[in-house]
């Protein structure tokens, strides 16, 4: 079983980045999928789910409006688009897959939003 993230970076205070998550050794498709992130000194908090057919989202509040997941059920990836980014974005960003079948963490990617 396999989470491979990517896509996160050094990015300007409202700027995009678009995080991936490429899944393999399970069956994606019966997965929902989880964005968590975990700033220096925090909790790990989550910040928004897809389910496993891709026809129900939740965000946090605090990037509500600003973020977008959305899933590859063909390509065994889940997507999250950040928008509009600030300080208070970064973070480890870490997907997560579950289901009665499993509990499955990828290994995080780094977020920076700096100036």
């Known amino acids: 079983v396999q989470l491979v993230e990517s896509g996160g970076g050094l990015v300007q205070p409202g700027g995009s980045l678009r995080l991936s998550c490429a899944a393999s050794?399970?069956?994606?498709?019966?997965?929902?999928m989880k964005w968590y992130r975990q700033a220096p000194g925090k909790e790990r908090e989550l910040v928004a789910f897809i389910s496993s057919g891709g026809g129900t989202t939740t965000y946090a509040d605090s990037v509500k409006g600003r973020f977008t997941i959305n899933r590859d059920n063909a390509r065994n990836t889940v997507y999250l688009q950040m928008n509009s980014l600030k300080a208070e974005d970064t973070a480890v960003y870490y997907c997560?897959?579950?289901?009665?079948?499993?509990?499955?963490w990828g290994q995080g990617t780094q977020v920076t939003v700096s100036s």
């Open positions: 050794g399970f069956a994606f498709s019966s997965f929902a």
């Open positions: 997560n897959a579950v289901s009665r079948m499993g509990n499955y």
